[in-house]
């Protein structure tokens, strides 16, 4: 059975951190992109950054844009586990945050790509 598992969501004040982690479980982690995707109240799902352990392109690993420069992706293939380390939040990036897997994604991170999703993390950032 398939299982990616988030955790570290919560609440914290703008400015602060946050790391999000995923443990994953019934499928090869080493051949898929894993990624973390967002979904604020009322808006739709999207990536927010993706990493692959085939993908040697200078573009990997991949960020939206307004992840640029404050989020940092990272995996242990030895664990299975993918992690988001959060830094500068703020109330825009409110939202659940969900671990999702791929065979294959791009730079766009599409949504339609991911194989798997877990269940999502929700973090909350006060003003």
């Known amino acids: 059975e398939v299982q990616l598992v988030e955790s570290g969501g919560g609440l914290v004040q703008a400015g602060g951190s946050l790391r999000l982690s995923c443990a994953a479980s019934?499928?090869?982690?080493?051949?898929?992109?894993m990624c973390w995707f967002h979904q604020a109240p009322g808006k739709e799902r999207e990536g927010v950054s993706c990493?692959?352990?085939?993908?040697?392109?200078?573009?990997?690993?991949y960020y939206a844009d307004s992840a640029k420069g404050r989020f940092t992706i990272s995996s242990d293939n030895a664990k299975n586990t993918v992690y988001l380390q959060m830094h500068s939040l703020n109330p825009e990036d409110t939202a659940v945050y969900y671990c999702?897997?791929?065979?294959?994604?791009?730079?766009?991170?599409?949504?339609?790509?991911?194989?798997?999703w877990g269940k999502g993390t929700l973090v909350t950032v006060s003003s």
């Open positions: 999702a897997a791929g065979r294959v994604v791009t730079i766009s991170m599409d949504y339609y790509d991911m194989d798997y």
């Open positions: 990493i692959s352990s085939s993908d040697s392109s200078d573009d990997n690993p």
């Open positions: 019934g499928f090869s982690f080493d051949d898929y992109a």
